[in-house]
């Protein structure tokens, strides 16, 4: 949707090497959930966040506490089986309870 | 824990018919979602229902769609007089709670109308 944007929106890495992928919102935002979309469509949750940031072995998600304006995921160590597409998906403050989906990252590792 | 389940995995009508799309959602859960994904709009909102109860539905056309919870263990989305721009993944959704938790996804219900 136009309150997430999504970058970039392709990317190529080789194995072993590190990345990352953004988010920026235009409005502020309650909570920042990020997914991979594998080769049969399943959308994976990788990390939910309300503030601050999260580890999950190679990969590390940060929401700005602050301004809660954007959203980064790493991926350290690329290796094949990362490769998918990545969403990013927000909450904005307020009324609202479903997610924005961002228009995801496609991300091919090469080996 | 079988996850959400989606029914049907494929499904292809004839323009013009109805197809209706089923959800399990995660039991415990009270937060269900549905959400639509096609290549040139990606994945867009369509409704949601939290305790059974219809709460926000703003991403549904106005017409021919229409979402239901009769219970707490499935939701039906509805298409009538399906049309070819209706072709896309529909794909479902739970939370224990409406947006304080983690969201899980289905595997979806790709439906063509041909």
């Known amino acids: 949707g136009d309150q997430v944007e999504q970058s970039p929106s392709a990317l190529s890495l080789h194995e072993g090497t590190d990345s990352a992928l953004r988010c920026n919102f235009t409005t502020t935002m309650r909570s920042v959930q990020w997914f991979r979309q594998n080769s049969r469509g399943s959308l994976i949750s990788l990390f939910y966040?309300?503030?601050?940031t999260k580890e999950n072995g190679r990969l590390k998600s940060a929401f700005d506490s602050k301004e809660r304006r954007y959203s980064t995921l790493h991926i350290r160590d690329a290796q094949l089986e990362d490769s998918g597409t990545y969403f990013c998906a927000a909450v904005p403050t307020g009324f609202a309870s479903a997610l924005t989906f961002g228009s995801g990252t496609k991300v091919i590792v090469l080996p | 824990n079988a996850g959400v389940i989606q029914t049907p995995r494929h499904k292809v009508t004839g323009k013009g018919q109805e197809a209706t799309l089923w959800c399990e959602p995660i039991s415990g859960h009270s937060a269900v979602f549905w959400y639509r994904q096609t290549i040139v709009q990606g994945l867009e909102f369509l409704t949601y229902f939290r305790n059974q109860a219809p709460i926000d539905d703003s991403g549904m056309p106005k017409e021919r769609f229409s979402a239901q919870m009769p219970n707490q263990s499935h939701s039906t989305l509805k298409i009538q007089s399906t049309q070819p721009q209706d072709s896309a993944v529909y794909l479902c959704a739970s939370s224990l709670a409406d947006s304080g938790n983690t969201l899980y996804f289905g595997e979806g219900s790709r439906l063509i109308v041909v």
């Open positions: 966040l309300a503030s601050g």
